[in-house]
């Protein structure tokens, strides 16, 4: 059926003039539709004798039924156009995309004819250029479509030699006509490489053209690219090929959209992954690709890919849509190639190009043809691709090794869970010290039983390590971005009361975005352990309470995703801006930069840009591999102790009950108190509030003794491990005058938090001993506390209590810092020795970095080995191999107690007395009243533990006791000697 249009301008009214012809076949019908046009004539000839002519007034659309004759219908009509962004007509340039000439109800062969401006060039689909003195310009398209496209303008036009009968053109505005070499090149170089792929180009040229608009279309015979977008020096080597491609697919076959549409994916992944391919970034674009899917796909959004048609960035759920067209249909072809292998694929492809070609197809389609070409049954395979919302989510479960001699095996069930599992091909990498290997494994069931036969023990297995298919991820593949925040995931914008102003963009982009706003002041527990967050501003406390003062570049707007420390699902975005202004200019353009980490603009335009690293593939660690230390490396002791003399601070790293730990702590204090002098011992057994007397005691001027000094310092309160463990090192600085400092806080302000999982339940006095800024985020921090807890009874008490466990060993981490940090300021010259658990002396996540934060520090961490933890410069600076020693077994008197109260106060009565134990042989009873040990007067628990440290089973001690009725008791001094009740 030939349609012929014709069409003109009045460029001041900004009206199109155009002019329909259709000749209609005998025994055919059609219809037009006007849409907003104004026909102003209608007249059908047809085989009455006078023709038929239409009220144009009463017509939006007409239907012409079929008749034994030909039928003409011949329309005038007018189109104003006051402004848009598909249609325009302007002096500058004209563009009509959507209903501009009445609109066919099926294919129809197109002649145009265009009176355009003078000195403008127009184009359409054709099968030949006009000339460029021509006018009015004639098209003819001889392949058969229902909808054309203009485009006219001053264009410059320069072309190039494909092959023989095929050139490219560009058509560009003088302006970046500059561009034109290049961009044909780049075409010339698509299209042969595309031929030799798939088959001959469909058409007699390929036209770049140059539009007001950014745009970025590809139509049959051209492709038209918005003047922004055309300058953009990647378009030419990327978004141009996925234009050309369309040549081929979606135009040269067109889509079947009764079955969803395959051409955005095929070209994809064709086209625009390919060229990452090219560059060796096949994998990190999967996996980009994948994280964009999460980030805007949940179960509450997902469609079937089978009901994907089109991808405007206008339409409800944009990026969502367009993830599941782009991305899943891309993966789908991979996934497909990787199955039946490039050959078969490429084969594949070619063929159904050549079956399709001036046709419509659909996915039923492309599965039969991969499905003979590959001669496998596809049905399963693309039926869950296209009609499941769900993907699938693995999980490995009882790996076991078994090193049979000459015999290793690794064994392990993978588990779907999903609903129904999916039919899949898993790649599965297994590695070793001296070597690596791949393995394919078909899987179809809800749980597979996988077994490897391997040459040595594994160190690692990897499952998808390439990215393979599309797949839920783990959580320490995940990477934080900033999609996941322009996404569909819920968010929460928390902003500092005074930078309300300052960040007024932010707020309205927030409340563009559907985002939960709330102040520093207002956020809670359950928002800060469990929401993804945006945290703009230095001053900002919720920031500072989870990553402490961050550095930031002093210019522009700079924007960082990071991983939330109190959530592994979730992640925190901050938001750094110089100037206001800056910000809105910033913001409508962060939806292309999702795929980043860190952005950082200066003037609007991108500075710098950066992805975070994370673990690639479903990964799982089944040893680590040997460490080794030459022989020859072994120091001794007096050089280390001459290498750190010259630090200030050095942490000797303990387990609380090792006893070669607390060895090592004395010898490297009175190692560096000989040989340097000005030193001080900080210690974590004692909160800063025991300051005044520690300082009493270790003077010696106010004649404190040492039970005085356990009870005062409430030793056992806070601390309450054996004190013999420290004995020695307190005596050695009290005999010295060495200072010695608590580092730790009150511990009723940790357990608040650690319950609560915030500061929330504080009080005000409380908050002011916290330092503001705490970091959380320092790397492997959150992660090996979680393995921590979940190591203790209360593990199991979710992501809240995890949450607050973090928060509570951080505030301890951070304290100790904040004391360290401050006695180095107010005492430059004198080196620190800091008493502290292993963990918190970590040189990559303990204090050492929090202290460095706060002061420019030499510092030095120290630790024995240990059967817990492999040596590693992450955790010290140095390791000391020591015998192991043990301290001699506590004394006990061997009763039991039982605590009551009078008009006196609280005492300790005896209730019952070990057969096993000296207690009874030395005149204790039940019913005695205990009034003191050792001289230490005993009204508590407490104070039975002060008046025994430092003892050991074999001491005698000196009882006194009560005994008797009240008004009749009587006063006995006993002595007992101390058992071990271990060694009965």
């Known amino acids: 059926m030939l349609y012929e249009l014709a069409i003109s301008f009045d460029l001041e009214a900004r009206q199109l003039i155009g002019t329909a012809h259709l000749k209609i076949p005998p025994q055919r019908s059609i219809t037009l539709y006007f849409n907003d046009l104004q026909p102003t004539g209608i007249l059908l000839q047809h085989s009455s004798a006078a023709p038929t002519i239409f009220s144009p007034e009463k017509v939006s659309q007409i239907t012409i039924n079929p008749e034994n004759r030909s039928q003409e219908l011949f329309i005038s009509y007018n189109k104003t156009v ?57 098209f003819t398209f001889s392949k058969a479509v229902q909808n054309i496209h203009f485009t006219a303008a001053p264009f410059i036009i320069d072309e190039r030699e494909v092959r023989r009968g095929l050139k490219v053109y560009t058509y560009l505005f003088p302006e970046e006509q500059q561009l034109a070499d290049e961009y044909l090149e780049a075409a010339k170089k698509f299209i042969l490489r595309y031929e030799e792929m798939i088959g001959p180009y469909p058409y007699n040229h390929f036209v770049i053209a140059e539009n007001m608009q950014p745009t970025g279309y590809g139509m049959p015979t051209f492709t038209l690219l918005g003047k922004q977008v055309i300058r953009l020096p990647f378009i030419k080597d990327t978004s141009l090929g996925h234009e050309i491609l369309h040549s081929w697919f979606g135009n040269g076959i067109e889509v079947d959209y009764a079955q969803g549409n395959w051409s955005e ?68 072809f991979h996934e497909l190639r990787a199955l039946i292998g490039e050959e078969n694929f490429t084969r594949g492809i070619q063929e159904f190009y050549q079956q399709f070609l001036d046709n419509r197809a659909g996915w039923q389609d492309i599965e039969n043809v991969f499905s003979v070409i590959s001669g496998r049954n ?94 839920e991820l783990t959580e320490d593949e995940m990477i934080p971005t900033l999609a996941h925040f322009l996404g569909s995931r819920q968010v929460l914008l928390v902003i500092h009361p005074g930078d309300k102003d300052h960040f007024g ?93 860190f952005l950082h603009f200066v003037e609007g335009k991108i500075a710098a840009k950066s992805i975070a690293s994370a673990q690639a593939g479903y990964s799982v660690d089944l040893a680590a591999d040997p460490k080794v230390l030459p022989a020859r490396q072994l120091t001794p002791f007096a050089e280390i102790a001459k290498s750190i003399s ?24 009175e190692k560096l108190f000989h040989d ?46 054996d004190y013999r463990y420290y004995k020695r090192i307190l005596d050695f600085a009290k005999s010295q005058r060495i200072p010695v400092v608590g580092l730790n806080i009150e511990r009723e302000v940790v357990s608040s938090v650690y319950k609560h999982g915030s500061t929330a339940k504080l009080t005000e006095k409380q908050k002011k001993l916290l330092p503001k800024e705490r970091d959380l985020s320092l790397p492997g921090y959150a992660e090996r506390l979680q393995a921590i807890h979940g190591l203790h009874p209360h593990g199991g008490s979710g992501q809240a209590g995890l949450s607050g466990f973090i928060q509570a060993q951080a505030i301890w981490d951070e304290v100790m810092a904040a004391n360290i940090a401050s006695y180095l300021q107010n005492n430059p010259q004198t080196t620190m020795l800091v008493l502290a658990g292993r963990e918190h002396a970590r040189k990559d996540s303990g204090i050492p970095p929090r202290v460095q934060r706060r002061h420019n520090a030499i510092q030095y961490v120290l630790m024995t080995e240990s059967e817990q ?67 230490f007067s005993i009204a508590t628990m407490e104070d039975i533990r002060v008046a025994l440290a430092g003892t050991k089973a074999g001491d005698k001690v000196a009882v006194s006791i009560l005994r008797g009725l009240p008004g009749t008791a009587k006063e006995k001094n006993l002595v007992v000697e101390l058992f071990d009740p271990s060694g009965v």
Do not use: C
Not at 691 to 712: H, P, R
């Open 82 to 138: 006051q402004g848009g962004f598909d249609n325009f007509i302007t002096s500058k340039g004209i563009t009509l995309l959507n209903n501009w000439f009445p609109q066919p109800s099926e294919k129809v062969i197109f002649q145009l004819e265009a009176n355009v401006p003078q000195g403008f060039t127009a184009l359409t689909e054709s099968d030949h250029l006009p000339g460029k003195t021509q006018n009015p310009k004639r």
């Open 265 to 332: 994916g095929l070209t994809s992944y064709l086209a625009d992954w390919l060229y990452r391919s090219d560059q060796g970034e096949d994998t990190a674009n999967r996996k980009e690709q994948i994280l964009k899917y999460h980030s805007y796909v949940n179960e509450d959004n997902a469609i079937p890919l089978a009901s994907f048609t089109s991808a405007h960035h206008s339409q409800p759920m944009a990026q969502a849509v367009r993830s599941i067209g782009y991305i899943k249909g891309a993966m789908l």
């Open 378 to 471: 596809l049905e399963r395979f693309f039926n869950e691709r296209l009609n499941r919302t769900d993907i699938p989510n693995l999980q490995m479960m009882n790996i076991k090794v078994d090193n049979s001699p000459g015999n290793t095996t690794l064994s392990f069930t993978l588990r779907q869970r999903t609903d129904s599992p999916y039919q899949l091909r898993i790649p599965i990498q297994v590695e070793s010290i001296n070597w690596s290997g791949r393995f394919i494994r078909e899987i179809s069931a809800e749980e597979e039983e996988i077994e490897l036969p391997l040459r040595s023990p594994p160190t690692r297995i990897i499952i998808d390590p390439d990215y393979g298919f599309l797949r």
């Open 505 to 597: 963009g932010l707020v309205n982009f927030a409340i563009k975005n559907s985002w939960e706003i709330k102040t520093t002041e207002e956020v809670s527990a359950a928002d800060l352990n469990s929401k993804n967050l945006v945290l703009p501003g230095r001053n900002n406390e919720t920031s500072l309470s989870l990553f402490g003062p961050l550095s930031q570049p002093d210019s522009g707007v700079s924007l960082q995703s990071r991983n939330h420390p109190l959530s592994k699902t979730n992640f925190v975005l901050q938001v750094f801006s110089v100037d206001s202004e800056e910000l809105k200019m910033v913001l409508p353009r962060l939806r292309h930069y999702g795929k980043y980490s």
């Open 646 to 669: 010259k630090a200030d601070v050095v942490y000797l790293g303990e387990s609380h009950t090792s006893m070669k730990d607390h060895h090592l702590q004395f010898l490297v204090i």
């Open 676 to 721: 340097r002098g000005k030193i001080a011992i900080g210690m974590e057994m004692f909160p800063a509030s025991s300051q005044k007397v520690l300082d009493e005691y270790i003077s010696g001027n106010s004649g404190m003794d040492e039970q005085e000094f356990l009870k005062a310092s409430r030793y056992f309160q806070v601390w309450g491990y």
């Open 869 to 935: 933890q492999i040596p590693s410069p992450e955790l010290a600076d140095f390791f000391f191999y020591m015998e192991e020693q043990k301290l001699p077994p506590a004394g006990r008197i061997g009763v039991g107690i039982e605590e009551k109260q009078d008009d006196r106060g609280p005492f300790l009565e005896v209730s019952s007395i070990s057969k096993e134990s000296n207690a009874r042989k030395s005149g204790l009873r039940s019913g005695d009243r205990i009034l003191s040990i050792r001289g």
